[in-house]
């Protein structure tokens, strides 16, 4: 049914700590549900929270299990800023669909903190500031613009000359945007979290089982599974992250490799804040810092999805982060205690694919997550759990496979 993938290899630093357990069933008889999610990662885990909310009877099956697939890779910088800046952006997709855009993102941003307080889910989530740095992509007058940009389409956003960001942050570049309003989280809690609240409602979870064919009618969906059973769904999303389904468009979307490191805990050498940091560069940098002041931080990207080839270059590329994290922030130990790479989807305009695949209105699929892949999993969740309650979400057509 799909390409299978070795989504990450290394050490991730969420290993360090411990995520609730989330128990499953074996899968040994046919079984029928309202929807099926196939995908037991923080995209499915979300789904789950908000359709089991909804009313609906879902089922959950993974062919690894939960958590186990590059959710736990994730450096989870839930951030609003899209991968593409506003003012590119609204060049390709136009000024007002790249505005909303925006602000659907920064939306989705508020609304998860906001569930993840109502559900009382403990993973280590803050608010937390966020610079974006000059770089090679966008200089100082650029990135004034950009800015600018944001603030015409009412997105707080202050631009610091090199003085005050000196000053503030401790950080000698040539300018900065300064944005307010993200979260930082451990995605494995998080996932877990979402999941044991779903087994709370009408959510039944089979692992490992791996579906290997789906056949949609007018009225249901009948997916096969490797062992023999079948699940019927009046719907079935496809939350299965980087490793695409046969049945999903895959145009304008691509593989690549990422690294990343984080040190040993250094709570008193952060710099102010512990804001997010990343630059707009390519390859690009980013760094935040975890509940117990670890340095996290990560980029230099390669347009590949040969994993022997990726897994080779953990050495060196964790060496090079490190270099570029210690000319950022020279008092820090920069050591990386973890190491780790993964694969993961991008996309042209840095917008995800979100919704019902075409001529299959009974499955939707989310994919495309690029460096927002937490802001886009909630948005998943809204846009799709309203697709299935026959809702129309107005900013649907942003995120459609046939935008």
């Given at each position: 049914?799909?390409?299978?993938?070795?989504?990450?290899?290394?050490?991730?630093?969420?290993?360090?700590?411990?995520?609730?357990?989330?128990?499953?069933?074996?899968?040994?008889?046919?079984?029928?549900?309202?929807?099926?999610?196939?995908?037991?990662?923080?995209?499915?885990?979300?789904?789950?929270?908000?359709?089991?909310?909804?009313?609906?009877?879902?089922?959950?099956?993974?062919?690894?299990?939960?958590?186990?697939?590059?959710?736990?890779?994730?450096?989870?910088?839930?951030?609003?800023?899209?991968?593409?800046?506003?003012?590119?952006?609204?060049?390709?997709?136009?000024?007002?669909?790249?505005?909303?855009?925006?602000?659907?993102?920064?939306?989705?941003?508020?609304?998860?903190?906001?569930?993840?307080?109502?559900?009382?889910?403990?993973?280590?989530?803050?608010?937390?500031?966020?610079?974006?740095?000059?770089?090679?992509?966008l200089g100082p007058s650029e990135l004034r613009e950009e800015a600018d940009a944001r603030r015409q389409a009412g997105?707080?956003?202050?631009?610091?000359?090199?003085?005050?960001?000196?000053?503030?942050?401790?950080?000698?570049?040539?300018?900065?945007?300064?944005?307010?309003?993200?979260?930082?989280?451990?995605?494995?809690?998080?996932?877990?979290?979402?999941?044991?609240?779903?087994?709370?409602?009408?959510?039944?979870?089979?692992?490992?089982?791996?579906?290997?064919?789906?056949?949609?009618?007018?009225?249901?969906?009948?997916?096969?599974?490797?062992?023999?059973?079948?699940?019927?769904?009046?719907?079935?999303?496809?939350?299965?992250?980087?490793?695409?389904?046969?049945?999903?468009?895959?145009?304008?979307?691509?593989?690549?490799?990422?690294?990343?490191?984080?040190?040993?805990?250094?709570?008193?050498?952060?710099?102010?804040?512990?804001?997010?940091?990343?630059?707009?560069?390519?390859?690009?940098?980013?760094?935040?810092?975890?509940?117990?002041?670890?340095?996290?931080?990560?980029?230099?990207?390669?347009?590949?999805?040969?994993?022997?080839?990726?897994?080779?270059?953990?050495?060196?590329?964790?060496?090079?982060?490190?270099?570029?994290?210690?000319?950022?922030?020279?008092?820090?130990?920069?050591?990386?205690?973890?190491?780790?790479?993964?694969?993961?989807?991008?996309?042209?305009?840095?917008?995800?694919?979100?919704?019902?695949?075409?001529?299959?209105?009974?499955?939707?699929?989310?994919?495309?997550?690029?460096?927002?892949?937490?802001?886009?999993?909630?948005?998943?969740?809204?846009?799709?759990?309203?697709?299935?309650?026959?809702?129309?979400?107005?900013?649907?057509?942003?995120?459609?496979?046939?935008?």
């Open positions: 049914m799909r390409r299978k993938l070795d989504l990450r290899t290394g050490r991730p630093v969420w290993s360090a700590y411990r995520a609730p357990a989330v128990p499953t069933d074996s899968l040994a008889r046919d079984v029928k549900t309202d929807v099926l999610i196939v995908g037991m990662g923080i995209s499915g885990a979300m789904m789950a929270e908000a359709l089991t909310a909804d009313g609906h009877a879902v089922i959950c099956i993974d062919r690894r299990g939960p958590l186990k697939g590059s959710t736990a890779a994730t450096t989870a910088l839930v951030q609003f800023e899209i991968d593409q800046p506003l003012s590119i952006l609204s060049k390709m997709i136009g000024r007002a669909e790249a505005r909303q855009a925006w602000r659907r993102s920064r939306l989705a941003v508020s609304n998860l903190a906001a569930r993840i307080a109502e559900l009382g889910i403990n993973c280590d989530m803050r608010r937390t500031q966020s610079l974006y740095l000059a770089g090679t992509v997105i707080a956003a202050t631009y610091l000359t090199p003085q005050p960001l000196a000053e503030a942050f401790g950080i000698d570049r040539g300018g900065a945007i300064l944005s307010h309003g993200n979260i930082a989280l451990d995605p494995r809690k998080l996932t877990a979290g979402l999941l044991r609240k779903a087994l709370g409602g009408k959510a039944r979870f089979y692992a490992p089982v791996e579906a290997t064919a789906i056949k949609d009618g007018v009225d249901e969906v009948i997916v096969a599974t490797r062992d023999g059973p079948t699940i019927t769904a009046r719907h079935v999303v496809l939350a299965t992250g980087y490793e695409l389904a046969d049945i999903v468009p895959a145009a304008a979307h691509r593989i690549i490799s990422t690294w990343a490191i984080a040190t040993r805990p250094q709570p008193r050498k952060l710099w102010p804040c512990a804001a997010f940091i990343w630059e707009a560069s390519d390859p690009y940098l980013y760094a935040r810092a975890t509940a117990d002041g670890r340095v996290i931080c990560g980029g230099e990207d390669e347009d590949f999805t040969d994993e022997g080839r990726r897994d080779a270059m953990i050495a060196a590329k964790s060496e090079r982060i490190a270099e570029k994290l210690g000319r950022l922030f020279p008092r820090l130990d920069i050591s990386p205690e973890f190491a780790w790479t993964g694969s993961f989807g991008t996309t042209t305009t840095g917008l995800p694919y979100i919704g019902t695949v075409p001529r299959h209105p009974r499955i939707h699929a989310v994919m495309g997550y690029g460096g927002n892949g937490i802001t886009f999993s909630r948005i998943a969740s809204e846009t799709v759990s309203a697709a299935i309650r026959g809702d129309d979400d107005t900013d649907a057509g942003l995120f459609a496979f046939n935008r």
